[in-house]
């Protein structure tokens, strides 16, 4: 099997997700853009699992089934803050969330 495609396809998946997180200002839209990176790095380990043969059969289909598990729990947890994000400001977009201590008036003095 030739691994020059899906490496070619995995690297263009990563890129989109790279632009996704940087350009996106909706968090719904940002945390898709994050599955779309792990997902290229799924697609990484499985064509490296077929092509390089290591000394643990099938390691790269394991580590991709970590990062599917991992994928899952991030999804959890993202969509929890961003519903109780939604519930509190009335809106999703990363740029009306507060990151430090103080609160939104506090930083207006």
């Given at each position: 099997?030739?691994?020059?495609?899906?490496?070619?396809?995995?690297?263009l998946l990563f890129?989109?997700?790279?632009?996704?997180?940087?350009?996106?200002?909706?968090?719904?839209l940002v945390l898709m853009a994050v599955?779309?990176?792990?997902n290229a790095v799924n697609l990484v380990l499985v064509t490296a699992d077929t092509t390089v043969r290591a000394a643990l059969p099938h390691s790269g289909q394991v580590f991709?089934?970590?990062?599917?598990?991992?994928?899952?729990a991030e999804i959890g947890v993202?969509?929890?803050?961003?519903?109780q994000l939604y519930r509190l400001r009335?809106?999703?977009?990363?740029?009306?969330v507060p990151l430090g201590e103080r609160s939104s008036e506090g930083a207006a003095r």
């Open positions: 099997m030739r691994p020059v495609i899906p490496y070619v396809t995995a690297a890129g989109l997700g790279v632009y996704g997180v940087l350009r996106r200002r909706n968090a719904v599955e779309l990176m792990l991709a089934l970590f990062v599917i598990v991992l994928a899952a993202g969509l929890a803050i961003v519903l009335a809106s999703v977009t990363v740029d009306d």
